[in-house]
């Protein structure tokens, strides 16, 4: 005989089975109200050569989107949130562009990348062919925004700009002090950015009374400056300009002290290294040394509590942080304005954007051919021990010291 | 049929379907493998076959690229016939290379180094002379079109770069078979027992040096039409060099496949890592997860396989 087991349904087992099967069928409409994330593909060097500068921009761009969402996320897309697709491009072209190749699978709606311009160059041509708006956070090369190219947004100024405004900058400085500087001697880097601003710079020194004595190229990465501080020695210039990347910059810089290098001014265009950990780092080294680079205003509240929220997590607050930050809520803006996550629309909403620029020293934002007419760089100096910026004017917060005392 | 014959058939039709089956981020990735199995074979065929190492072999790759960029942007050749052009110089500075070393009578590790000193070269001249526009870099304009050598959809990058990475394996499987083959590996043997044999041995490895040359500018030219931009630092880096080195080391030096296994195999891993750093939550701030995870790799493969992978793959002696 067997035994029959029966499959009595208990009235606490309906109950619980039909909540579970109502949560199951009602599920979907619940998830379906929410609006879909924006994906945000945030392509970086965090390993290479340039990690750092490359970890930086990550950090700033992270917490943007942490910011837009904890705000309530893209409002004119019902709430819609942002959500970071990171990549590392190891400071390589070719995996820039694998990256760009991958987050276009996963449903990319912008780019922002990607700190190096040649990595920055072919990636942002990769996101061109499906049409992808590419926002340029770091690069300052010119060709980046030389193509044509529809989908590629620069915010803050290129290395044409820098030179122009560091060239007016250096030439109110000389004329103050009786224009006691008429050589200079230009270091920079052998790649794309550092030879151009070099470039520039031996061009438009003359307009201000200065000679470049000579151009002087390094490779990256360089482990050794003694011989190009014996050059400089040699030369006797009465400024010394750099342009190059973090490492090599605060290396010359310690060479020169070391070898007691004496000039009116040390005056760097985009100094990869001017930054807060050089300063405090190296305060002997750094001080009296002028950059003009990127710069957020330090008469702008938002920028200070930014500032001390990096601080505390332990990071420094250096360009690369409030660049990618800015790029990120320039992004959340053009959504907002778009409503949609669109390519198209994205784009146009981006080419007529008046995003305002609150940590940073712009004027009004406004896109002729990808390029913001309005970004412009500070020039800044190292002083006992911390970066005042002393132009332009209205953002300054010290005076000042040139010619440097003699060492 | 033999058994290597049907895997490479149907490896061949794998290869074609893959594009058809596949997003375009791993179309991308496919290129890659037959691009830097391609440049591995070109270093393959000088450092592998005839035993001549390498460690500059980006100057034949720098050669190639500069040359056809400068034709293409500078005096507006079709970037068809640049190609050619590039490969004939990626062929000279070849036969310069071979014959200033080995007329000077550098050999092993001396030859090594001489390659590295003349990519160095090639690197500080592009970035000097102005017709490279030195450290600024050669853009190429972009301008989708097959008779421009740009395509708009990645598959036909992609069969191309298959298509090289056959010619290739052909002519590496042709010097298995040649006389000249034969020549090649008795230089890389013993070099003074070969010209006991007979063999002008200068004029075998200034032969093998420029066909190398000549292939390795192909790929040169490949990668600047694929990126359209190029300057000193990606034309002549030392990292390419490596790059083209360690495929062939990985998949076994002086083998038919080799530089392709190496290049499966360290695309591979770099692309798996590179996916569970993104994927794995606790990993995703690890950030150098995947090159600490490529360099293991890399050791245990060297370590554990001297020869290479295909060293797997060959038949181990019975013993009685």
Known sequence: MTKQRTQAVSRRTFLAGSTVLAGAIGAPGLVGAQPAAVKVGMIHPVTGFVAYNGQQSRLGGTMAIEDVNKAGGIKSMGGAKLEALLGDSQSKVEVGVSEVEKMNEQGVAA???????????????????????????????????????????????????????????????????????????????SGEFGTGTAKLLATKLPSIGIAAKELIAHDNPTRNFDNIALRIRSLAPDIVMMSNYGNEYMLLARTLYQQKVNVAGFFSILGGGFNYKFV???????????????????????????????????????????????????????????????????????????????????????????????????????????????????????????????? | MSRVALLCVVGLAAALAWPLLVPNYLVTVGMLVFFTAFIGQSWNIAGGFAGQTSFGHVVFFGTGAYTSTILQVTWGWNPWIAWIAAMAAGGAVGWMIAVLSFRAGLRGSYFAL???????????????????????????????????FQFKDPIWIYYLALLLCIVSLLIAWQLTRSRFGARLVAIRENEDAARALGIDVFAEKVKVLTLSGAMCA?????????????????????????????????????????????????????????????????????????????????????????????????????HA
Not at chain 1, 118 to 129: E, F, L, R, T
Not at chain 1, 169 to 179: M, Q, T, Y
């Open chain 1, 280 to 407: 405090k780092e190296m305060p002997d080294v750094s001080q009296y040394m002028m950059d003009v680079n990127h710069w957020y205003n330090p008469k702008s509240p938002q920028a200070q509590a930014l500032k001390k929220r990096v601080e505390a997590t332990g990071a420094l607050f250096t360009f690369e942080v409030y660049l990618t930050y800015t790029n990120v809520m320039l992004l959340a803006d053009a959504l907002e304005h778009a409503g949609s996550a669109d390519k198209e629309k994205l784009i146009a909403a981006l080419a007529a954007s008046t995003f305002k620029a609150e940590l940073m020293p712009y004027g009004p934002t406004k896109f002729v051919n990808g390029q913001n007419q309005g970004g412009r760089p500070a020039t800044m100096q190292s002083l006992k021990g911390d970066i005042e910026v002393i132009a332009p004017e209205e953002f300054a917060s010290a005076k000042a010291v040139f010619p440097k005392p003699k060492l």
């Open chain 1, 111 to 189: 780019y922002i990348g990607c700190f190096q311009s040649p990595v920055g160059i072919a990636a942002s041509q990769a996101a061109a062919k499906y049409g992808t708006p590419f926002l340029v956070d770091v690069g300052a090369s010119d060709l980046l925004m030389s193509r044509g190219l529809k989908n590629v947004f620069r915010l803050k100024p290129g290395f044409g700009v820098c030179v122009d405004d560091g060239i007016a900058s250096l030439g109110a400085l000389n004329k103050a002090a009786n224009n006691v500087a008429k050589t200079a001697v230009i270091v920079h880097e």
């Open chain 2, 114 to 148: 001489i390659t590295l000193a003349f990519a160095e070269v090639f690197r500080i001249l592009a970035n000097s002379v102005p017709f490279t526009k030195g450290g600024l870099g050669m853009l190429i304009k972009a301008d989708p079109s097959p008779a421009n």
């Open chain 2, 218 to 318: 192909a790929g040169g030219t490949f990668y600047a039409q694929k990126y359209l931009y190029i300057d000193p630092g990606i034309a002549f880096g030392v990292d390419k060099s490596v790059e083209m080195l360690l495929v062939s080391m990985v998949g076994g030096a002086g083998t038919i496949f080799g530089p392709l296994i190496g290049s499966f195999t360290l695309m591979g891993i770099n692309e798996v890592t590179r996916w569970l750093a993104s994927v794995v939550p606790a990993l995703k701030n690890v950030q150098p997860l995947s090159l600490i995870v490529y360099g293991i790799m890399l050791i245990l493969i060297v370590a554990r396989l001297p020869d290479g992978l295909m060293s797997l793959f060959r038949r181990r002696p019975r």
